[in-house]
């Protein structure tokens, strides 16, 4: 190993604390009336609640759906809102919940998941839409694949790579957000990235 | 620390919403948005709160324990309890019976003078049956 390579095994280790302390002030301002305290937890959110729920329904119609019902819900919460203490995680939740209750309506209402082919250009668009970073065409292709490979996994297992990896949250955070221990969402982990290395020919 | 796998999902991007999302979502949620602070709502939900009730009924349930319940007490015979339980003996020696049984009716006629709620007491028949 040399000292370069040292920095960058902690910053991919070591996960900032995250700082909720102004999203808990936007929700007592909700609380209080103020309407722009929605536009400001919608900045702050509403891509990885997005991302959140693209990973649970593959669609990105369903997963704007959802959060236009993560932000309907927090609109009419009113003052239980005081006594939450992780925004992120709330919200994360809330548009789980959303989630779970599309799932048990009749399946007639809901959209059909996506096929193969409409996975890739959704992945490829996904790339397409990355910013700002330069990458080779291999690491590209790559990701390209690797992320239709996740595309396959059920959606426990989409939905916990994308908590933990994509949204930095912990274990203990994701396995709050999906309502399983600690332990069953790093378990969970654990299977999906073993799933996607036997898919990509890995071991 | 990450392996390829996880730096090639790192890599894949992340999506957001379209643009119009926003304003879609604000539009239908900032009308539904109301002022709901009032003061029993702040204390009901504020954790802060919360734990000063919790400990001070704790607090409470911990003197009340450390506390005890007080001792029970035995009433003092009252002056005409102990009259009367004199006017026994007295009746009881002059009677002829022996000092110790004069004593003993003694004592079972200040128990009984002592009850709440006792029934005038007998002495005659109370002495009628210790001499039988």
């Known amino acids: 190993m040399t000292k370069t390579a040292l920095p960058l095994v902690i910053s991919t280790a070591v996960r900032q604390p995250r700082d909720d302390r102004r999203d808990v002030q936007s929700l007592r301002r909700l609380v209080r009336g103020d309407r722009d305290a929605l536009g400001d937890l919608y900045d702050a959110h509403a891509a990885a609640l997005f991302r959140h729920g693209l990973a649970l329904t593959r669609c990105m119609a369903d997963a704007e759906d959802l959060v236009q019902a993560v932000f309907l819900k927090l609109a009419t919460t009113g003052a239980p809102l005081i006594a939450v203490r992780s925004p992120g995680n709330y919200l994360h939740r809330i548009l789980r919940a959303a989630w779970i209750d599309e799932q048990r309506r009749p399946a007639v209402s809901r959209e059909a998941p996506l096929q193969e082919d409409d996975d890739a250009s959704l992945w490829d668009g996904r790339l397409a839409r990355r910013s700002g970073r330069a990458a080779g065409a291999d690491d590209v292709d790559a990701a390209i694949d690797v992320t239709r490979a996740l595309a396959t996994l ?17 274990f203990r955070e994701a396995g709050r957000i999906t309502g399983v221990s600690m332990f069953t969402a790093a378990s969970r982990y654990r299977v999906a990235l073993g799933r996607l290395r036997q898919m990509m020919g890995r071991r | 620390m990450m392996d390829d796998i996880e730096r090639q999902l790192l890599d894949g991007g992340r999506p957001e919403p379209g643009r119009d999302v926003r304003a879609r979502v604000l539009a239908a949620a900032m009308p539904l948005v109301r002022r709901d602070d009032s003061r029993l709502d702040r204390v009901w939900f504020s954790r802060t709160w919360r734990t000063a009730g919790a400990t001070v009924f704790v607090a409470l349930v911990v003197t009340e324990m450390l506390s005890g319940s007080p001792a029970p007490t035995v009433a003092p015979p009252g002056r005409a309890a102990l009259e009367t339980a004199q006017a026994v003996e007295t009746a009881a020696r002059d009677a002829g019976l022996p000092a110790a049984q004069a004593s003993a009716l003694a004592a079972r006629a200040l128990a009984i003078a002592s009850q709440p709620a006792a029934a005038p007491l007998n002495v005659d028949a109370l002495l009628q049956g210790s001499m039988r």
């Open chain 1, 154 to 170: 059920p959606a426990v297992q989409r939905e916990i790579v994308q908590l933990h990896l994509i949204e930095g949250f912990s």
